[in-house]
């Protein structure tokens, strides 16, 4: 009973690096997104994605790439790594959009150098 | 712009009742739910409110009045467990998600 797995758990990066965190559900789940969370702040969507092919940008988009291949994966790229960057990430999915409850993954704690 | 309010920290004794209250200023309404997010771990769901009025769900209530903007999360029969992050969230009429910055509850024996 997975349900949605984020990789890794911990990162550390040195400035101007670029990474992968891995994101899959397997509740079958169309609606996929990812969340920044930073002290003394609600989360704020990154990008989010409604269907396989489908992506689109939320709050804080810059700096950050998705892609949605498929309905179980939803990987998100950072491809110049910044200090700003320094975060906790969640993934979550829901059945079909934000009417649902969102599922997250245990988060990746992100520490950029 | 688009607001949510809610106290930074409480803290409340084993056993007993608190209150978390919730105020928002949102472009629109579709919607509020309210997440538990233990220390170091992920949000999890509690409950979601549409219309006005009290959900009741084991020892976690949840009210909503859409006219004063407000919410609150009522928990019961406090467990030392139930020390985490409240997080109060917000669908606008873009159908976006607000989140609240939380409320941290702190449960003393």
């Known amino acids: 009973n997975a349900g949605v797995t984020q990789t ?42 409604v ?9 804080v988009p810059n700096g950050y790439n998705v892609s949605r291949s498929t309905t179980e994966d939803f990987p998100l790229r950072l491809l110049s790594a910044a200090p700003s960057q320094t975060s906790v990430y969640f993934c979550a999915s829901s059945l079909n959009g934000e009417f649902q409850p969102q599922h997250f993954g245990d988060g990746t704690r992100l520490s950029i150098l | 712009g688009q607001n949510i309010d809610q106290p930074t920290e409480m803290t409340a004794t084993e056993g007993a009742i608190v209150q978390i209250n919730c105020t ?11 997440y538990q997010q233990h220390a170091g771990e992920a949000p999890t769901f509690l409950s979601y409110n549409v219309l ?17 903007g407000y919410s609150y999360l009522l928990l019961k029969e406090l467990q030392m ?24 509850l702190i449960i003393k024996p």
Not at chain 2, 24 to 34: A, I, K, R
Not at chain 2, 87 to 100: A, K, P, R
């Open chain 2, 52 to 68: 006005d009025g009290l959900e009741e769900k084991g020892r976690f209530s949840s009210f909503l009045s859409r006219s004063k």
């Open chain 2, 24 to 34: 928002y200023q949102t472009s629109g309404f579709n919607g509020l739910f309210w």
């Open chain 1, 8 to 49: 890794p758990k911990f990162q550390v990066l040195k400035t101007g690096q670029s990474m992968t965190l891995q994101c899959a559900q397997d509740m079958n789940h169309e609606y996929m997104s990812w969340y920044r969370q930073d002290p003394g702040m609600g989360l704020r969507l990154i990008h989010y994605s």
């Open chain 1, 51 to 59: 269907g396989a092919g489908i992506t689109d940008q939320g709050e």
């Open chain 2, 81 to 104: 467990k139930d020390s985490a992050s409240y997080l109060c969230v917000v669908m606008d009429s873009n159908y976006q998600l607000i989140w609240g910055a939380g409320t941290k």
